[in-house]
């Protein structure tokens, strides 16, 4: 037939009509590149008309009747064959007509193999976070954008600036439009981590809801069971929400496995809200709220001492001391201090802490420019963090991402340490912090919280910079910049310079010794019908990436990795012959999808005797699949070579 494209349901059928009709295919399973399939009577497998179907690269009728397509494309044609004939991934055909179709398995065995590989618990939460947070990056912005022009406004009133009447209800409309955000964080943070954590969305709004202690009488206040005091609203802070709907989650499946049905709809919420809402009062909340009073003793000790020591300790600490809820023992030392002396003098200090995830921002900005989303994150929620709202930049940028919060943090700290030193710096009320306090800043020191502000940006920025940028996102910018050029590949013409073709270099996969496509064992590869490149006969099971890259595909049998260069490359590290039928049991993979990946990077261990035991050969082949897009390839070298040895390079189109 004519060589036009096909769909996916064609190519299946063409498969089936060129190995003998579907009654005389036992079952499929499928590798990294091709469907296997065992067929009933070799006889009537037309070889040619196979090879003659669009998008088959090659066949092979070995112990099975191999068909290669391709990664990424071989999968979904397998699917196809599976669906045609009722059955699932390598369950036996019928031999009569279809059964009713049961979903291919491929799906299912590559997200179990995603959620089996590695990753730090720390790194986990710190995804959640992010997961939780980034939907409300937008409302953060508009609502903070909202907030600090009434932020600005209010100080200017209450500076004497402008007028209040002219300007109070713009204020109050202002700040009915921010509140709707802030005042129910608690809220959509508790909805969020419940979508996250696969618990009741509406549920994990009600726990949210619960440290706001609405129906709580104010004559008749909840106690704290470790100090006696009265809880207060917001103790536990957003961490403490965070912790409170994890427990739902694990809770409320746990009432899902045991309540009979008939009545889970009523009891599994009831008891969900019972348990976790009374720990949440009772537990998470006098928690925090004892850690609270505990630490003010700390806090008039650190102001007594004052300076530099005190504004960096203080301006280092208020971030995390926001998340926990622990904030709230500072207002009432504000109010104080405002009474005895018509000025706060902790205010312009803390307020360095959001200064110094501004300064941890723009590192971030200048050093990752390549990631777009997270760019993009940053251009919004700068502007109102420079205007003192800082939950956009904490929990969309620096807090998902681990070291820069910590960096941002001492930033905080280095600004609080210029006021300390520097001090007198007051405010005469309390309100958001960033560029809107300097309307209050008392008695003119002004300039001296400015200065404050900039040693924070500055120290956040530098922080940052040196020692805060992810070794994962530091990899994928590198790798984002990273072109080999061929110094003969320019061409300048009068008005215009053609860009060099990107050239990349290939490595070794492991200790042993290189060798061309041609001495394959497999004759898919000998062939080259997936395309150009080498393998390596392995002397130890230290696998390696050959190729600086993304890595796009892990085979759940994990046997095969695909990597994607930064040029467009498009790698296939295949590890064995014919190991898909070991069902992964040699290997341990060692990376994720998504991640970047050098030279340097092991992305595998395998049992090499376990694979010679089962009779598979051990070759670790490396092909680029798409050779539409290289112009040039060489093996520069053959023989015995160590891991991450140069070997072979090619140049795209």
């Not at 509406?202 to 129906?215: D, E, K, R, S």
């Not at 995830?357 to 777009?372: P, S, T």
């Amino acid at each position: 037939m004519a060589k036009e494209e096909l769909t996916l349901n064609q190519i299946a059928k063409e498969i089936y009509d060129g190995a003998g009709g579907m009654e005389n295919v036992q079952n499929i399973v499928h590798c990294m590149t091709r469907v296997r399939m065992s067929v009933r009577d070799d006889s009537k497998v037309d070889q040619a008309k196979l090879k003659s179907i669009p998008g088959v690269l090659g066949v092979v009728d070995d112990e099975q009747l191999q068909v290669i397509i391709g990664p990424g494309k071989v999968n979904k044609v397998a699917k196809e064959m599976v669906d045609i004939a009722g059955v699932g991934l390598g369950e036996d055909l019928p031999q009569g007509s279809g059964k009713d179709k049961v979903n291919a398995k491929a799906a299912e065995m590559k997200a179990a193999q995603k959620a089996k590989q590695k990753n730090s618990p720390f790194k986990a939460v710190l995804k959640d976070i992010s997961n939780i947070f980034v939907p409300m990056i937008p409302a953060f912005v508009g609502s903070g954008l909202v907030a600090g022009i009434a932020a600005i406004l209010t100080n200017l009133v209450t500076a004497g600036t402008i007028d209040a009447a002219n300007w109070q209800q713009i204020i109050d409309v202002m700040n009915i439009l921010k509140n709707g955000m802030f005042s129910y964080l608690v809220i959509f943070t508790g909805v969020n981590a419940a979508q996250v954590f696969g618990a009741n969305p509406t549920l994990g709004g009600v726990i949210g809801a619960v440290v706001l202690l609405t129906g709580m009488n104010p004559e008749a206040p909840i106690k704290n069971l470790f100090t006696g005091d009265a809880l207060a609203a917001g103790q536990g802070g957003i961490i403490g929400v965070i912790f409170a709907v994890w427990l739902l989650s694990i809770v409320e499946k746990k009432l899902h496995e045991v309540i009979p049905d008939a009545v889970d709809i009523i009891i599994t919420p009831m008891l969900s809200l019972l348990v976790i809402g009374l720990l949440e009062i009772f537990l998470i909340m006098p928690l925090a709220g004892f850690i609270s009073n505990s630490m003010v003793s700390g806090i008039n000790w650190v102001l007594a001492v004052g300076g530099a020591f005190s504004g960096f300790v203080l301006g280092a600490l208020f971030l995390p001391m926001v998340m926990f809820g622990l904030h709230q023992i500072l207002t009432p030392i504000h109010i104080q201090m405002i009474g005895e002396t018509g000025k706060t003098l902790l205010l312009p200090i803390l307020a360095m802490a959001g200064a110094g995830q501004v300064g941890a921002a723009f590192a971030l900005w200048m050093k990752l420019r390549k990631d777009k989303e997270l760019t993009e994150m940053i251009k919004g929620a700068l502007p109102v963090g420079i205007l003192g709202i800082g939950e956009p930049l904490i929990y969309g940028v620096t807090l998902p991402l681990g070291r820069p919060f910590i960096t941002a943090c001492i930033g905080g700290g280095i600004g609080g340490a210029v006021i300390g030193a520097i001090g007198g710096v007051g405010a005469i009320a309390i309100g958001p912090s960033g560029a809107a306090l300097i309307p209050l800043i008392a008695n003119g020191r002004w300039w001296g919280y400015v200065l404050g502000l900039l040693a924070a940006y500055v120290g956040g920025f530098v922080a940052t910079y040196f020692f805060g940028i992810p070794k994962d996102k530091l990899a994928e910018q590198e790798l984002a910049e990273a072109t080999v050029v061929e110094s003969n590949d320019v061409v300048e013409t009068a008005n215009t310079t053609v860009a060099a073709h990107a050239t990349s270099s290939f490595t070794a996969v492991a200790n042993g010794s290189v060798h061309p496509l041609e001495e394959a064992s497999d004759p898919v590869f000998a062939e080259k019908m997936m395309g150009e490149g080498y393998f390596v006969e392995p002397t130890d099971g230290a696998i390696f990436a050959p190729v600086a890259g993304k890595v796009s595909t892990i085979f759940p049998t994990k046997h095969a990795i695909g990597i994607t260069t930064a040029s467009g490359l498009e790698v296939l590290l295949h590890m064995g012959i014919n190991t898909v039928e070991l069902s992964g049991k040699p290997f341990e993979i060692l990376v994720s999808e998504g991640q970047m990946v050098t030279p340097e990077t092991q992305v595998a261990a395998v049992d090499l005797a376990a694979i010679k035991e089962a009779g598979k050969g051990t070759s670790m082949m490396v092909l680029i699949t798409n050779m539409n897009d290289v112009e040039t390839h060489v093996l520069e070298k053959t023989g015995v070579v160590n891991a991450s040895e140069e070997v072979f390079k090619a140049t795209t189109i």
